[in-house]
């Protein structure tokens, strides 16, 4: 009797820990670097016009059958670094590593049409591009990537994880980039 008390009292235990896990990543949002490898890219914004810079991927796809709605943009495990702000642009792409925003000549035909993030809902089947403002604080700003969490129709949850790295420094080129060891 004792025993499948215990057995009893463990399913309920695996049930509850089942039902509370948070955001999964094997959504139909493709974004690139959804993969468990590292970041494939890293990319160093000069910060020669300012503290800010735009930083952009794509194309990002919804890869399901129902609308996607994006609720949330973070920087994951950023340093010296904070996020202005998250777009979707539906064409162009901004020019990386400019001003952000970015200036009318730098910005892509789609800008004006951006959908700012959270709150943006990506239909089945549409490609975007994901722009990011970023904002220097320090003198070893840095992101290990940027990550979208999101809903599909039914509410449930789910993230996608940039591919990239993004650092900004005085100096770009010519440089070797103090990465921090993440």
């Known amino acids: 009797m004792r025993a499948r008390g215990c ?3 463990l399913a309920v235990l695996l049930a509850i820990a089942g039902c509370s896990g ?3 990543r094997d959504g139909p949002l493709l974004v690139g670097g959804n993969a468990d490898a590292e ?3 890293r990319d160093c914004m000069p910060l020669h016009a300012g503290p800010t810079g735009t ?3 794509g194309p990002v796809v919804n890869d399901g059958t129902t609308s996607l709605t994006v609720t949330g943009v ?3 495990r950023p340093v010296d670094m904070s996020l202005v702000e998250g777009v979707f642009v539906p064409r162009e792409q901004p020019y990386n590593t400019v001003p952000y925003p970015p200036p009318p000549d730098k910005a892509g035909e789609g800008w004006p049409d951006r959908v700012v993030a959270p709150g943006a809902v990506l239909g089945p089947g549409e490609e975007w591009w994901f722009a990011v403002g970023l904002r220097s604080e320090g003198p070893r700003a840095a992101t290990e990537r940027i990550r979208i969490d999101y809903e599909d129709a039914d509410g449930r949850a789910y993230y996608a994880l940039t591919g ?3 650092a900004m420094r005085e100096q770009c080129i010519g440089v070797e980039i ?3 060891d993440w």
């Open 178 to 180: 103090d990465w921090p």
């Open 39 to 41: 970041p494939y890219a």
């Open 164 to 166: 990239t790295s993004v």
């Open 74 to 76: 973070e920087l994951v």
């Open 22 to 24: 948070g955001p999964t």
């Open 55 to 57: 930083s952009s991927v």
């Open 7 to 9: 057995a009893a009292l």
